[in-house]
């Protein structure tokens, strides 16, 4: 084979880290048989049934390592898969097609597959659409088992490598074993698609969006993940393996020197303080924000616990959840949000009509006022959590007043009625908004009169404000954290709050960018919320850059106008700050 050259490729870096190994690439083998006649009707059709026979084994065994290595939740994938090579309607009419038609296996799997995920695909149902996604995969493999090469699955990784996809589910994200895999490549994706959200979650080095070049990458291929600069080289050469190992180095000794900020209060050079918090999705998240030092929990995502499964968590079920995460964060501040449904968040099993465009539908607390019942038991399980900690409740998507004022009146009704049946209510909940939308942002003057806080939801802020779908990365160049029409109108919403003596903090990403604190800190935000991984690094940089001073900043950067403009000067200000 000829000696390829080193390839460049560029991507977002979604998760921050170096890693350097072989890549490994998730099956996107889109073998296609040639129609041919079997020799022997019989044989063929044994041969057949050892290789539904020894794909089951297969499945059953990575079945077992995952549930071993992740529990039983996250092997639940591999019963689906079982069940569909036990399902006569797919594995018996291929049977029957080699013995009417006398076609060989390859070419009669393919085909009955295909009708099934052709049917599949086009449902109005997206559980059964996932199953299209099922059907491939296990057609991949009893294919794979007929032509005898090796079926590569996620979970059956055993030596250390880059894995490289089109794009990671959360399933896919779920059977990753970390001992082995030391990054990922996606062709697509964004910063705040799923995969890139869960790379920070489990602190994997992730480059996303690399592009279609990034499917000619085979497995066993050499390469290097730099996830800070967001670049990608397939096959790299002796000097490139050298300065990328060195800078690894580099970074995990920094790393290791971040570790000793975890105790410190967050305070800027001059004595300026500003709370630190954490955004999570699960409880499972709960042991990395403990140990990056988290202040207090800026954003839980509880969609997530209304997502992957087929019917609504109840009350109870909430509640457990709810008490569990303010119990373990011991009267530390924890901003719970309610419910953010739609947009690229879908709950299959509720059988909402589709919309052309989810992210402007019913969304959110559109969704919440619109489905009162649903949301009452959601605030339910939140009021009664209430006394285990420090819980501040907070609505997604709020546009104008009205729509807070009618949740805050379903909050109301229910905590009365929850008082009258004798069930304990703290009387210090905050009740919050995001303001993700920019009417919102600019009419903030008026909510800023009706909330305790406000957390400014900048991955969606920015998506609105652009009009940029932030899971679309051809348009990903407009997702411009610190362009002036975003930082203006951060400034408005700060201004606006602290003149009611309300405080503000932020969950978007934009909250953990290190080009953007130096401004958020200088226009007084008061508290950063962003994954655990992200709390140290910007703690280190919150104790060199001064409040006072850029403060003084504000006014000269709010006047450039452009994001390059801005970026370039936060990062000469910054370097003379550190050095
Ligand atoms: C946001 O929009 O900035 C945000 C934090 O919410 P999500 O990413 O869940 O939409
Ligand atoms: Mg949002």
Known sequence: ??????????????????????????????????????????????????????????????????????????AEIFEAHLMLLEDPDYIDAIIEGIKDEGMNAEFKLHEVANSFIEVLSAMDNELLRERAVDVRDITGRIMSKLRGVSFEAI????????????????????????????????????????????????????????????????????IIIDAIEGVVLIAPNEQEVETYQARKAYYDQRKAQLRKLLDQPTLSADGHRVELAANIGSVEDLQKVLANGAEGIGLFRTEFLYMGRKTLPSEEEQFQVYKHVLERMDNKPV??????????????????????????????VRLCLNQKDLFRTQLRALLRASSYGQLKIMFPMIAVVEELQAAKQLLLEEKAKLIQEGI????????????????????????????DFFSIGTNDLIQYTMAADRMNETVSYLYQPCHPSILRLIQMVIQAANKEGKWVGMCGEMAGDERAIPILLGMGLHEFSMSASSILPARALLKEISYQEWASYTQQILAMSSQAQINQFVEQKTRSDLT
Request: charge should be negative; include cysteine; hydrophobic fraction near 45%.
């Open 335 to 364: 901003v719970i949000r309610t419910l953010d449904i739609g947009g690229d968040k879908e709950l299959p099993y509720m059988k909402l009509p589709a919309e052309s465009n989810p992210f402007l539908g019913l969304r959110a």
């Open 424 to 451: 304990p209510v703290s009387d210090l909940i905050e009740v919050g908004i995001m303001i993700e939308v920019p009417a919102a942002a600019l009419a903030a003057d008026f909510l800023a009169k009706e909330v």
């Open 155 to 222: 979970a059956a990784i055993n030596e250390p490598c880059i894995v490289i996809a089109e794009d990671l589910t959360p399933s896919d994200t779920a059977q990753l074993n970390l001992d082995y895999v030391l990054g990922f490549v996606t062709e697509v994706g964004s910063r705040t698609s799923h995969s890139a959200i869960m790379a920070r979650s489990l602190e994997v080095p992730a480059v996303v969006g690399a592009g279609e070049i990034a499917a000619e990458i085979v497995t066993g291929t050499k």
């Open 1 to 74: 084979m000829a000696k390829m050259l080193t390839r460049r490729l560029s991507g977002i870096a979604a998760s921050p880290g170096i890693a350097l190994a072989k890549a490994f690439r998730i099956n996107n083998d889109h073998y296609v048989p040639v129609a041919g006649k079997a020799v022997d009707r019989d044989l063929e059709i044994h041969r057949f049934r050892n290789a539904v026979e020894e794909a089951k084994q297969e499945l059953v065994e990575i079945k077992d390592l995952t549930e071993q290595r992740m529990g039983a939740a996250k």
